[in-house]
């Protein structure tokens, strides 16, 4: 979702005035900024807002201070049952981020991307990879950062029947279809990336820009392949 300069700027000096306490406005019929109170009682870390003041809002806009580099479950829950675009910056004293869009249906580039957890991470590529390519929308799963130290959540094999796709052997694997695999130390499987033409591989790794690599050395890794049915 694009803001115009004058409205970006309002949010950001909004954002710096009040940190340390996270920022929290919404983008209204017209596009512009309009601010809010924090009324969370750990406005540090979290938000709240009046309800009534969010009617009429076609985005909401929020910052995390705390350099959190992710959407939280919370975050991600509560987008998702107000079915409009939110915004999230990291801001420290001196200065605010990028927003990153939860909900926004444009999509400006699958390679290059910046990571930001539930934003742009393993998923969100091969969500929006299906979405632009394939012009099939897969749902969003809330999901908090690092959950993959956490061997209860495992959420690929948990949800991946849920959006749609199916188990299928190895050697059968086509492009488009989906690789899960094991990177790193992880209590679970813990990354996707789509297999696409000559033989190369579109992921997302934690903390790296989005990219295109051989597939070879990603497929020892590999523990499932998807294909998506519908």
Known sequence: MKLKTYTLAAFK????AQWPKEAVGI??????YVELENTSEDPENAFEAD???????IAV????TKDQRAAS???MQQQAAMGIPWGIACCGQFGV??????GSPEVETLEGREFFHGIHDCYSIIRDYYSTKLGIALPDFPRSDHWWHDKDANYYARFYRDAGFKRIQPE???VNDVLLMRVGPTQSINHGAILV???MVLHHLVNRISSREPAGRWLEKVELVLRYRG
């Open 13 to 16: 000096a909004h954002a710096l």
């Open 27 to 32: 983008i209204n019929g017209t596009g512009d």
């Open 51 to 57: 309800s009534v003041e969010l009617d009429g809002a």
């Open 61 to 64: 806009l929020h910052t995390h």
């Open 73 to 75: 479950f919370t975050d």
């Open 97 to 102: 981020g990028n927003v990153y869009w939860l």
């Open 172 to 174: 059968d694997a086509e």
């Open 197 to 199: 033409e000559n033989n």
